[in-house]
C-alpha cells in the first residue's frame, strides 16, 4: 500500500505544482487570450457535458484507436519480416527512410485526395504516422535477437512460427513496446490534425471552432481535455505494458539485485 501511494505521489505531484503556478501566475490576468485559470476551470463543466463527450470525444478515441491498431499490426509485421531478412532489409531501407522523413500532417492533403474527408481519412493519417516508430523499432529488435538464444531455438528444433513468437518476438518484444509507446503520442497529436481539416466533429474540430468564435475559455478547456486525454492513455499503457512485460521487468530487477 505504502508503495501505491509513494507512485500515486509521483505520478501526481509535478502536475499539482504546474497546475498551481499556473493558478497564481494567471490569478490577476486581464488578458483575453490568457484568461485565469479559475476562469477556464469554471468553464469546463458548461462545455464538456456527457452529450459532448459522446459527440466530440468519443468519435475523436475511436478514430485513435483504430489508426493506432493499424499501424500497430501493420509495423508490427512488416517490421518482423524486414528485420528477419537481411536481403529485404537493404531492399527496403532507402524507401523507408525517405517516407519517414515526409512529416505525416503534409500528408493530409493528398489523403483527403483518395480516402475522402470521412472517418477514413483520419484513421489512415492517424496510422501513417504511428506506423513509423513501431515499424522501426521492431527492425531493431528482431536484429538484437541474441545469437546463442536463435541457436539454441534451431538447435531444438523451434522454427516456423512458433519460433517467431516464442523467440523472436519475446526478444524484441521490449523494443516494439518502445516504438509503441512513441507512436501513442503521434497518434494524438495527428488525431487533433486531421480533425482540423473537413471534420464535424472530434476533439480537433471543437478546439478550432472555439478559436475561430473567440471562445477563448472554452479552447482552453478543450485543450485540458486533450491533456487529460493523453495521461490517461499513458497510464493505461504503462499497465498493459507492465502485464506483458513483466518477465522483462522481473529480469532487470534481479540484475539489479546481484552483486
Known sequence: MKGVLLRLFFVLALPALLFTVWWFASDSSTDVFWPPLRTILRTFPDVWTGERFKDDVL???????????????????????????????????????????VPPPVLVPVIMLFAGIDHTMKIVVIASGCVWPILLNTVEGVRAVDSVMAE???????????????VVLRSASPQIFAG???????????????????????????????????????MWTGILVLGLLGFVLSVLFQLVERRVLGWYHGLRASARRSP
Do not use: H, W
Not at 531455438?153 to 512460427?161: E, L, M, N, P, W
Not at 494524438?188 to 477563448?216: K, N, Y
Open 59 to 101: 468519435p475523436s478515441v475511436l478514430r485513435l484507436s483504430a489508426g493506432y491498431a493499424v499501424a500497430a499490426v501493420v509495423g508490427v509485421a512488416i517490421g518482423m519480416v524486414i528485420g528477419t531478412y537481411r536481403r529485404v532489409r537493404a531492399v527496403c531501407e532507402p524507401v523507408l527512410e525517405f517516407l519517414r522523413a
Open 180 to 218: 509503441l509507446r512513441q507512436a501513442l503520442s503521434i497518434g494524438i497529436i495527428l488525431m487533433v490534425i486531421s480533425e482540423m481539416f473537413a471534420a464535424s466533429d472530434g476533439l480537433g474540430f471543437t478546439v478550432v471552432q472555439f478559436q475561430r468564435s473567440f471562445a477563448v475559455p472554452e
Open 152 to 166: 539454441t531455438a534451431r538447435s531444438y528444433g523451434i522454427t516456423g512460427v512458433a519460433r517467431l513468437k516464442d
